[in-house]
């Protein structure tokens, strides 16, 4: 089966698309603005990680977008076949998706070839000395990656490895048994939760959000949705909102960082202080160094001009801060924008 490009690239606005670094294959992926404004049509919702090549020729048939409980007309609970669904655990990683260079498989994630969980998961399963032939031939092989690197809110107490969630054929888009294929191939699988709707929710309702993410439900008609637990929700707002970007602003504009944590699980305290002590530190080394350098100048020339063509002509590290300095003028602005850190979400780690 192929699907149209020229329809993917139609709606550029809401599908981004990356070329593999060395194979003439491409991922298609639908974007944050896409899922807000929510442009759902027969295109958009097959974007999530699929992998054509230049025809396109479908490489890897990942799921659909799937929704939560409630979220759209198909997942409300009165419009849900009348069936018991398989209803599995969540894995709390991310999405790896099968594909092969020439006999070696390769395992990239939604939206990226080269992502950081992508090579971990490629070096995961080439370790363990798989090749092509070992796959059934035009499926997909969908994993959840679960590493340091996929880390988001569970605590999986260091445990790294691949659960195989799906095998789906390219053509049809029918799926087989995947916990045949786990076992036969030797990878973990989700727990199977053996209760009825009314149980699961129930049985949701309990769980710890550092634990378990939720469940996925399974219909007959290849219909998925899922389903977060509401303290997993919370942490997950929680972490969102708390960056090494909010530490930074908090040390910048000398707040205290009490407020920020009060709501932060404990298990992220180490990463906070590993942050603060990474950016105090850098403060303090880039004052230090810019008070001895310019105490030096104001010792060598007696006046400000004399001082000010030395700075400028010369290569000397942080010159705004120095010519501060001199000034005897605020120069803290001027470091904490040095060390702006780049956008980071904690970790236990």
Same mark, same amino acid.
């Given at each position: 089966?192929?699907?149209?490009?020229?329809?993917?690239?139609?709606?550029?606005?809401? +599908?981004?698309?990356?070329?593999?670094?060395?194979?003439?294959? *491409?991922?298609?992926?639908?974007?944050?603005?896409?899922?807000?404004?929510?442009?759902?049509?027969?295109?958009? +919702?097959?974007?999530?990680?699929?992998? $054509?090549?230049?025809?396109?020729?479908?490489?890897?048939?990942?799921?659909?977008?799937?929704?939560?409980?409630?979220?759209?007309?198909?997942?409300?609970?009165?419009?849900?076949?009348?069936?018991?669904?398989?209803?599995?655990?969540?894995?709390?990683?991310?999405?790896?998706?099968?594909?092969?260079?020439?006999?070696?498989?390769?395992?990239?994630?939604?939206?990226?070839? !080269?992502?950081?969980?992508?090579?971990?998961?490629?070096? %995961?399963?080439?370790?363990?000395?798989?090749?092509?032939?070992? *796959?059934?031939?035009?499926?997909?092989?969908?994993? !959840?990656?679960?590493?340091?690197?996929?880390? +988001?809110?569970?605590?999986?107490?260091? &445990?790294?490895?691949?659960?195989?969630?799906?095998?789906?054929?390219?053509?049809?888009?029918?799926?087989?048994?995947?916990?045949?294929?786990?076992?036969? @191939?030797?990878?973990?699988?989700?727990?199977?939760?053996?209760?009825?709707?009314?149980?699961?929710?129930? %049985?949701? &309702?309990?769980?710890?959000?550092?634990?378990?993410?939720?469940?996925?439900?399974?219909?007959?008609?290849? @219909?998925?949705?899922?389903?977060?637990?509401?303290?997993? @929700?919370?942490?997950?707002?929680?972490?969102?909102?708390?960056? $090494?970007?909010?530490? %930074?602003?908090?040390?910048?504009?000398?707040?205290?960082?009490?407020?920020?944590?009060?709501?932060?699980?404990?298990?992220? %305290?180490?990463?906070?202080?590993?942050?603060?002590?990474?950016?105090?530190?850098?403060?303090?080394?880039?004052?230090?160094?810019?008070?001895?350098?310019?105490?030096?100048?104001?010792?060598?020339?007696?006046?400000?001009?004399?001082?000010? !063509?030395?700075?400028?002509?010369?290569?000397?590290?942080?010159?705004? +801060?120095?010519?501060?300095?001199?000034?005897?003028?605020?120069?803290?602005?001027?470091?904490?924008?040095?060390?702006?850190?780049?956008?980071?979400?904690?970790?236990?780690?």
């Amino acid at each position: 089966m192929n699907i149209n490009l020229d329809e993917l690239r139609k709606r550029k606005k809401y +599908i981004l698309c990356k070329k593999h670094p060395s194979l003439d294959i *491409f991922i298609w992926n639908y974007n944050k603005e896409c899922q807000y404004e929510r442009k759902w049509d027969e295109y958009t +919702i097959q974007t999530r990680g699929l992998i $054509t090549d230049t025809e396109g020729n479908i490489i890897a048939r990942p799921f659909k977008k799937f929704f939560n409980l409630n979220e759209t007309e198909e997942t409300k609970i009165e419009n849900l076949p009348l069936e018991i669904p398989l209803i599995n655990v969540k894995i709390d990683g991310c999405l790896g998706i099968l594909y092969f260079d020439e006999e070696k498989p390769c395992i990239a994630t939604r939206g990226s070839f !080269e992502s950081e969980q992508s090579v971990w998961a490629t070096g %995961y399963i080439r370790k363990r000395k798989f090749k092509r032939q070992d *796959f059934k031939k035009n499926y997909t092989y969908l994993f !959840e990656i679960v590493c340091s690197e996929s880390k +988001i809110i569970v605590d999986y107490q260091g &445990k790294e490895t691949l659960y195989l969630l799906a095998v789906i054929n390219n053509k049809t888009g029918k799926e087989i048994d995947y916990i045949k294929e786990a076992k036969r @191939l030797g990878f973990e699988y989700p727990q199977k939760i053996d209760k009825n709707l009314k149980e699961t929710l129930d %049985y949701i &309702k309990n769980l710890k959000g550092n634990e378990d993410e939720g469940v996925v439900f399974k219909f007959s008609n290849g @219909l998925r949705l899922k389903i977060k637990c509401e303290d997993y @929700l919370r942490l997950h707002k929680v972490i969102a909102n708390f960056s $090494t970007l909010s530490i %930074y602003e908090c040390l910048k504009n000398r707040q205290n960082l009490e407020g920020l944590l009060k709501d932060l699980p404990d298990e992220f %305290y180490g990463w906070v202080k590993n942050r603060e002590d990474e950016y105090k530190t850098k403060f303090k080394e880039i004052e230090t160094h810019c008070l001895s350098k310019t105490e030096e100048i104001k010792n060598k020339f007696g006046s400000r001009k004399e001082q000010a !063509e030395y700075i400028s002509k010369n290569n000397l590290k942080f010159k705004s +801060i120095i010519f501060a300095m001199l000034n005897d003028k605020d120069y803290s602005e001027g470091i904490w924008k040095i060390i702006r850190p780049k956008f980071e979400l904690p970790s236990v780690k």
